[in-house]
């Protein structure tokens, strides 16, 4: 099955596409996941699971409405409980989407070709999960429009040297952006299942969102401009979102939060949890839906390298972050170290360290990076090893201040962890409908790829 | 191959002036010492910082390169290994900083006893500072003959040879890796110590940031030099120049990030130990080149860089490397200088420093890139690059 196995000293590397293919192949093979009737099983099991989980979400959403943050963990002083961890472990899954579609384009990296369109849904179910945690954190989620700068009558604004406030900003264009970016990209692809349809009502359905595209040359020409256009304007919003969210915690005094390195350490950490969320998804995908010749073992080899590659630069964050705060003397920071390793919490710090360190080194060696299995097991390790780094980051850091006397301990209650294992659900869901209603690989763009195998231009 | 046609009389007549006016420069720069001795150490500290950007540049993006292949790398690929051969000649220049390391640093003769510097003082100790600063420039120099023997390993061979690829990009991962902690405990030291109660953890990303900038300018002008000498000409289209300034894009835009982070993080936190640094080099004239820095280092290039039309246009990205070197040595003035001084305070020694070591650093230069044939024959990747169409 592993076809272009070759030798691994080899410059001549695994194709993007397996050979065999035609234009034609192509589009039907993409097309038929949407347009067959018949569902594969994989497919019912994952969105089955995904189903019970979001019921576990909507059950504890319901729940906290009723009775407030309370029933949470939180307390004074951890007053961000896991609303905030897991918020920001979701939007750093969200930001391997805009990089593969954005940054990937602009560098001309063909093997972007076939997981970008998918990459892209991940990235906006991601944004979706993230954006509705600092909604229920909110105590009163339903005046949530009250972070916004409108004119009213109480005379509320808010407060713009607020790093919150800055997000408000950045999660919300990050999110329209990356969906008018993806929606770009689809409309070609719509258009093709438009004419493929038989059923007269997904001929209208999809007729209506291909917008009238003929797939003249003066279409193709405005759509390509527009499309390098939004690659260009996206490309700024993947570093600009994670570098908002390091802000949250790194204007403040706090020891653990407030270090300089943040900002390009938390873009990096977000890159190597959403490339290790793309392998997670994409391989039983790839596998329900035999779509070994179009994403092949030369995918996982480059988001291999490319998690390998974001994880050390994790690393130096690590290191410098632990230099400077001994070398800076301060005893609050001092205490902070000795928090982390020998604290109440430690277990989660050795866990992280194991989980982001030492686990992705595997990654070194290419017959592991093309081996499934082994590729998959890490990227559930490193995911979990991200979350857990938020929860080093935001957790132990305020459960032990400057005052000894408002130290307090967080303890996650239930509702935390059916939240948390929830939003999973919620994503689950809102991915598999993708897969199942719109053509999860780009045809037009596998189908320039090929002619550009086929002709070298 | 016969020496002379390696490369062209008017590079070497560049590398012969380099020479004179670098030890010229040096030599004012010496009765320099007689007159104001802590001035002396001070500027030379300045020029020093400003000439090793170049080596310190070309290691990253050589390592870089390897590792991540791309037409722009093979065309100056050459300059970028002559560049690492250099740090045998920094080793040597920095024996300076050592003789006056004490009126340098001032955490090593403390006016006063202050507890914070014997918290720090099993790091900030002298036989520990020299110690790393020779491990420094043996890790530096070995990864720089390694990168250069493998290269030479992968010239010597009739048919390209699939396996120097993988060997480049050994040494190249174990040798990035090496540099990024090398290099950023090497501007701790050098540059962050200077006012010892001071500390930032982005700060050796800044610098190195800055380096990348340097060399990559400093690139694009060999290229400019070399752009009509046989056989190197045929790589050095208008569409490589535009490369590199794609890249110059990318480095200004990243300085700027990690620059303005780390100055909206301490600003933003205002805490005493921290905001001195900014306090001092915002006030007392020295705001001035942190606006200078703002507007030129940035914005100006950013601006004419963003667009593609320019960017294939020679001689304005000749003229903005040029302008880019020059910014570079404001904002090194800008870091080190505040440093001793409360109030704006320019001497002499601080032009004749850097044009000095600078000078002499692009000699030994010239003098490597003289070494071998500046074309890469036998990378196999590199005859895989289809021709640009």
Same mark, same amino acid.
């Given at each position: 099955?592993?076809?272009?196995?070759?030798?691994?000293?080899?410059?001549?590397?695994?194709?993007?596409?397996?050979?065999?293919?035609?234009?034609?192949?192509?589009?039907?093979?993409?097309?038929?996941?949407?347009?067959?009737?018949?569902?594969?099983?994989?497919?019912?099991?994952?969105?089955?699971?995904?189903?019970?989980?979001?019921?576990?979400?909507?059950?504890?959403?319901?729940?906290?409405?009723?009775?407030?943050?309370?029933?949470?963990?939180?307390?004074?002083?951890?007053?961000?409980?896991?609303?905030?961890?897991?918020?920001?472990?979701?939007?750093?899954?969200?930001?391997?989407?805009?990089?593969?579609?954005?940054?990937?384009?602009?560098?001309?990296?063909?093997?972007?070709?076939?997981?970008?369109?998918?990459?892209?849904?991940?990235?906006?179910?991601?944004?979706?999960?993230?954006?509705?945690?600092?909604?229920?954190?909110?105590?009163?989620?339903?005046?949530?429009?009250?972070?916004?700068?409108?004119?009213?009558?109480?005379?509320?604004?808010?407060?713009?040297?607020?790093?919150?406030?800055?997000?408000?900003?950045?999660?919300?264009?990050?999110?329209?952006?990356?969906?008018?970016?993806?929606?770009?990209?689809?409309?070609?692809?719509?258009?093709?299942?438009?004419?493929r349809a038989k059923h007269p009502m997904l001929k209208f359905i999809f007729g209506g969102l291909a917008m009238g595209w003929r797939g003249s040359a003066r279409h193709w020409n405005n759509h390509q401009k527009l499309y390098l256009l939004l690659a260009a304007i996206a490309t700024p919003l993947v570093v600009s979102v994670h570098t908002v969210v390091s802000f949250d915690f790194a204007i403040g005094q706090l020891p653990g939060w407030h270090t300089t390195v943040f900002p390009p350490y938390f873009v990096a950490g977000a890159v190597f949890s959403g490339f290790a969320m793309v392998v997670t998804l994409l391989i039983p995908i790839r596998k329900i839906y035999h779509l070994e010749d179009m994403i092949t073992l030369r995918h996982f080899d480059v988001m291999g390298k490319v998690i390998l590659t974001t994880g050390l630069i994790v690393a130096y964050g690590y290191i410098t972050e632990a230099f400077i705060g001994w070398y800076g003397g301060s005893q609050y920071e001092l205490f902070l170290i000795k928090n982390r390793f020998v604290g109440p919490y430690a277990p989660y710090v050795f866990g992280l360290i194991f989980c982001n360190l030492v686990a992705p080194q595997l990654l070194w060696f290419k017959p592991l990076r093309t081996n499934l299995t082994v590729m998959f097991i890490l990227s559930l390790v490193i995911n979990t090893g991200?979350?857990?780094?938020?929860?080093?980051?935001?957790?132990?850091?305020?459960?032990?201040?400057?005052?000894?006397?408002?130290?307090?301990?967080?303890?996650?209650?239930?509702?935390?962890?059916?939240?948390?294992?929830?939003?999973?659900?919620?994503?689950?869901?809102?991915?598999?409908?993708?897969?199942?209603?719109?053509?999860?690989?780009?045809?037009?763009?596998?189908?320039?790829?090929?002619?550009?195998?086929?002709?070298?231009? | 191959?016969?020496?002379?046609?390696?490369?062209?009389?008017?590079?070497?007549?560049?590398?012969?002036?380099?020479?004179?006016?670098?030890?010229?420069?040096?030599?004012?720069?010496?009765?320099?010492?007689?007159?104001?001795?802590?001035?002396? @150490?001070?500027?030379?500290?300045?020029?020093?910082?400003?000439?090793?950007?170049?080596?310190?540049?070309?290691?990253?993006?050589?390592?870089?390169?390897?590792?991540?292949?791309?037409?722009?790398?093979?065309?100056?690929?050459?300059?970028?290994?002559?560049?690492?051969?250099?740090?045998?000649?920094?080793?040597?220049?920095?024996?300076?900083?050592?003789?006056?390391?004490?009126?340098?640093?001032?955490?090593?003769?403390?006016?006063?006893?202050?507890?914070?510097?014997?918290?720090?003082?099993?790091?900030?100790?002298?036989?520990?500072?020299?110690?790393?600063?020779?491990?420094?420039?043996?890790?530096?120099?070995?990864?720089?003959?390694?990168?250069?023997?493998?290269?030479?390993?992968?010239?010597?061979?009739?048919?390209?040879?699939?396996?120097?690829?993988?060997?480049?990009?050994?040494?190249?991962?174990?040798?990035?890796?090496?540099?990024?902690?090398?290099?950023?405990?090497?501007?701790?030291?050098?540059?962050?110590?200077?006012?010892?109660?001071?500390?930032?953890?982005?700060?050796?990303?800044?610098?190195?940031?800055?380096?990348?900038?340097?060399?990559?300018?400093?690139?694009?002008?060999?290229?400019?030099?070399?752009?009509?000498?046989?056989?190197? =000409?045929?790589?050095?289209?208008?569409?490589?120049?535009?490369?590199? =300034?794609?890249?110059?894009?990318?480095?200004?835009?990243?300085?700027?990030?990690?620059?303005?982070?780390?100055?909206?993080?301490?600003?933003?936190?205002?805490?005493?130990?921290?905001?001195?640094?900014?306090?001092?080099?915002?006030?007392?004239?020295?705001?001035? @080149?942190?606006?200078?820095?703002?507007?030129?280092?940035?914005?100006?290039?950013?601006?004419?860089?963003?667009?593609?039309?320019?960017?294939?246009?020679?001689?304005?990205?000749?003229?903005?490397?040029?302008?880019?070197?020059?910014?570079?040595?404001?904002?090194?003035?800008?870091?080190?200088?505040?440093?001793?001084?409360?109030?704006?305070?320019?001497?002499?020694?601080?032009?004749?420093?850097?044009?000095?070591?600078?000078?002499?650093?692009?000699?030994?230069?010239?003098?490597?890139?003289?070494?071998?044939?500046?074309?890469?024959?036998?990378?196999?990747?590199?005859?895989?690059?289809?021709?640009?169409?």
């Amino acid at each position: 099955m592993q076809v272009g196995q070759t030798d691994k000293t080899s410059v001549v590397e695994f194709p993007v596409v397996e050979p065999g293919h035609t234009y034609r192949s192509i589009g039907e093979k993409i097309s038929n996941v949407v347009l067959n009737i018949h569902t594969p099983l994989g497919w019912v099991f994952a969105f089955g699971t995904g189903s019970i989980l979001l019921m576990m979400y909507l059950i504890s959403v319901a729940y906290l409405f009723a009775y407030g943050v309370g029933v949470w963990g939180i307390n004074i002083p951890v007053g961000w409980g896991f609303a905030i961890v897991t918020f920001v472990w979701w939007i750093g899954i969200g930001h391997a989407g805009t990089l593969i579609s954005a940054i990937l384009f602009l560098l001309r990296q063909d093997w972007r070709t076939s997981i970008n369109r998918f990459a892209e849904a991940m990235t906006l179910f991601a944004v979706v999960c993230a954006g509705l945690y600092p909604i229920l954190h909110l105590g009163r989620p339903w005046l949530f429009y009250w972070l916004l700068p409108y004119p009213n009558t109480f005379g509320l604004w808010p407060q713009f040297r607020s790093a919150l406030a800055w997000d408000v900003f950045a999660v919300s264009t990050y999110g329209t952006i990356s969906a008018v970016f993806w929606f770009t990209g689809l409309i070609p692809d719509l258009a093709g299942m438009r004419d493929r349809a038989k059923h007269p009502m997904l001929k209208f359905i999809f007729g209506g969102l291909a917008m009238g595209w003929r797939g003249s040359a003066r279409h193709w020409n405005n759509h390509q401009k527009l499309y390098l256009l939004l690659a260009a304007i996206a490309t700024p919003l993947v570093v600009s979102v994670h570098t908002v969210v390091s802000f949250d915690f790194a204007i403040g005094q706090l020891p653990g939060w407030h270090t300089t390195v943040f900002p390009p350490y938390f873009v990096a950490g977000a890159v190597f949890s959403g490339f290790a969320m793309v392998v997670t998804l994409l391989i039983p995908i790839r596998k329900i839906y035999h779509l070994e010749d179009m994403i092949t073992l030369r995918h996982f080899d480059v988001m291999g390298k490319v998690i390998l590659t974001t994880g050390l630069i994790v690393a130096y964050g690590y290191i410098t972050e632990a230099f400077i705060g001994w070398y800076g003397g301060s005893q609050y920071e001092l205490f902070l170290i000795k928090n982390r390793f020998v604290g109440p919490y430690a277990p989660y710090v050795f866990g992280l360290i194991f989980c982001n360190l030492v686990a992705p080194q595997l990654l070194w060696f290419k017959p592991l990076r093309t081996n499934l299995t082994v590729m998959f097991i890490l990227s559930l390790v490193i995911n979990t090893g991200m979350w857990l780094e938020r929860f080093m980051i935001v957790i132990i850091s305020l459960t032990a201040d400057f005052l000894p006397s408002s130290w307090a301990l967080f303890v996650a209650t239930p509702w935390d962890w059916s939240l948390l294992i929830g939003s999973i659900g919620l994503f689950l869901v809102l991915l598999f409908l993708f897969v199942r209603t719109l053509p999860m690989i780009s045809v037009f763009e596998m189908q320039e790829l090929l002619h550009k195998q086929e002709h070298g231009h | 191959m016969n020496q002379t046609q390696i490369l062209p009389p008017s590079v070497s007549r560049i590398g012969r002036n380099a020479l004179v006016i670098g030890i010229i420069a040096l030599a004012l720069g010496a009765v320099g010492f007689f007159i104001d001795q802590e001035r002396f @150490f001070q500027s030379y500290l300045f020029g020093y910082m400003y000439a090793l950007q170049f080596p310190l540049g070309c290691l990253g993006l050589l390592t870089i390169h390897h590792l991540a292949g791309g037409r722009w790398g093979y065309s100056i690929r050459r300059f970028l290994e002559a560049g690492i051969l250099t740090f045998p000649l920094m080793a040597v220049l920095i024996i300076p900083i050592v003789v006056g390391m004490g009126t340098i640093f001032p955490w090593i003769n403390p006016e006063e006893h202050y507890a914070l510097l014997d918290h720090k003082a099993p790091y900030l100790n002298v036989p520990f500072f020299i110690g790393r600063m020779v491990f420094y420039f043996v890790v530096w120099t070995v990864i720089g003959l390694w990168l250069n023997q493998q290269s030479v390993k992968q010239e010597s061979v009739d048919v390209p040879d699939p396996k120097s690829v993988a060997r480049l990009k050994r040494a190249s991962a174990i040798g990035l890796i090496l540099f990024m902690l090398t290099a950023t405990f090497a501007v701790f030291d050098w540059m962050m110590s200077l006012q010892p109660f001071w500390f930032s953890s982005i700060y050796g990303v800044i610098y190195l940031a800055g380096t990348a900038i340097a060399a990559m300018s400093f690139s694009l002008l060999v290229g400019n030099a070399l752009k009509n000498h046989e056989p190197i =000409s045929e790589l050095l289209t208008i569409d490589l120049f535009s490369d590199l =300034s794609n890249f110059l894009l990318a480095f200004v835009s990243f300085w700027a990030y990690v620059s303005f982070s780390q100055y909206l993080i301490i600003y933003s936190a205002n805490l005493p130990e921290e905001i001195t640094w900014y306090a001092i080099r915002g006030n007392g004239g020295w705001g001035y @080149f942190a606006l200078a820095l703002v507007f030129f280092a940035f914005a100006l290039p950013f601006g004419i860089l963003l667009s593609k039309s320019n960017k294939r246009v020679l001689k304005l990205m000749v003229s903005l490397a040029m302008f880019l070197l020059f910014m570079r040595s404001i904002d090194l003035f800008w870091h080190i200088m505040p440093a001793f001084y409360e109030t704006v305070s320019i001497s002499w020694l601080d032009f004749v420093m850097p044009i000095g070591l600078t000078g002499v650093w692009l000699w030994f230069f010239i003098m490597q890139l003289n070494r071998k044939p500046l074309v890469v024959r036998r990378d196999p990747r590199f005859q895989e690059v289809p021709a640009h169409g």
